[in-house]
């Protein structure tokens, strides 16, 4: 498969991946899925935005660099025809790194958030985080510590460990067209420039 063709393919299977983490990042500021009466009432982790800001709006741009990749009809510089397609596979790296940095950061910020767990009442109106460490995902029978709201614990685990998988696939992908971007622009791309002749 050419260099360009496999970033294409990336570039489509980065789009759906980057709008369902914005969506499950979303669903987290809806705790059990009914709107929080208080901001104080939404896990600390939610607030750092890893769906939005890191697996989505990080993610756009490699993604949209690695589809026109395809189109990219630079005709060459200094008088060498590939020169130009093999600028615009190195800069799909620098995309790529950035893809990257930004799934990472969304994985890292889901880790703490099943690993925290969620905040919920624990009763009398006292909202805080009633695990810790984790202690909490293999004893389901701890969940009823967080009586409101309701079905808090599944919802954020559910949530965060999509996003957790979600960004580890981003990360994977990357790392593939930066494998990618390195063979073409080291020994160029399989096709011929179509404009130079």
Known sequence: MCSRDCAKCLGIALIP?????????ILLFFP???VAENNGHISDEVWCFG???GSGVLMVF???????LKNNDCCGCCGNEKCGRRFAMFSSIL?????FVGAGYSFIISIVGIHNGPKCDVGSGNWTYAFHGGNYLGHPSMWSTC???KDIVPWNLTLFSLLLIMSAIQAILCAIQAINGLIGTFFG?????SCCG
């Open 51 to 53: 769906g939005i800001l």
């Open 62 to 68: 490699p993604a949209l660099v690695f589809l026109g």
């Open 95 to 99: 995309f790529a790194a950035i893809g």
């Open 32 to 34: 059990g899925g009914k």
């Open 189 to 193: 791309d399989c096709k011929c420039c």
């Open 147 to 149: 009586q409101a709201p």
């Open 17 to 25: 991946l980057t709008i369902l983490c914005i969506l499950a990042n």
